[in-house]
């Protein structure tokens, strides 16, 4: 595979990196606004979208999460 890792992380290291990331909360968060800021669409129709996907990940009904 092209993609894949060549020496797999060990379970410690992979939640390891589930609390803190490699670079940092800083980079992470960074790197999540600048995908946003960069969609094509308006901003209200990004919000609205979010707005959803918020909505139902609190529904408790979760055969309907995807």
Known sequence: MVFRRRNKRSWPERLKALVYPQGGWMRAGYYVW???TRL???????????????????????????
């Open 34 to 36: 600048h995908r946003l």
């Open 40 to 66: 094509p669409d308006p901003p209200h129709r990004i919000a609205r979208g979010i707005f959803a996907g918020v909505f139902i990940s609190f529904t408790p009904l979760f055969g309907l999460h995807f």
